[in-house]
């Protein structure tokens, strides 16, 4: 069982950055693909960014890319999700994700964080 813990949301102006990091407690966490996906009110939770266990592959979703960077340090079990250029639209609850397998489908991930706020204001 990986119990996965983000933190670092809050409010930001638009065009200001925001760094979100996930701990995980799992020993083996260097074996899990991670993922970040997000949730605005009243929409379905969209895939932002993953990222290989070894940190060797990633992508985004086409509405982050070149402003979103997904990263991860396996000695300390976090992965991090680094966001740039921030935009009100990006406004949202942040859940990072685990599985064995990297994918970009939210049904593909077996386990989840709490969440976090991410707010950009105009």
């Known amino acids: 069982q990986v119990q996965l813990v983000e933190s670092g949301g809050g409010l930001v102006q638009a065009g200001g950055s925001l760094r979100l990091s996930c701990a995980a407690s799992?020993?083996?966490?260097?074996?899990?693909?991670m993922g970040w996906f997000r949730q605005a009110p009243g929409k379905e939770r969209e895939f932002v960014a993953a990222?290989?266990?070894?940190?060797?592959?990633?992508y985004y979703v086409a509405s982050v890319k070149g402003r979103f960077t997904i990263s991860r340090d396996n000695a300390v079990n976090t992965v991090y999700l680094q966001m740039s250029s921030l935009k009100p639209e990006d406004t949202a609850v942040y859940y990072c994700?685990?599985?064995?397998?990297?994918?970009?489908?939210?049904?593909?991930?077996?386990?989840w964080g709490q969440g976090t706020q991410v707010t950009v204001s105009s």
């Open positions: 990222i290989s266990w070894s940190g060797d592959t990633t």
């Open positions: 994700a685990a599985d064995l397998s990297m994918t970009d489908y939210a049904s593909g991930y077996d386990y």
């Open positions: 799992e020993r083996t966490f260097s074996t899990y693909a």
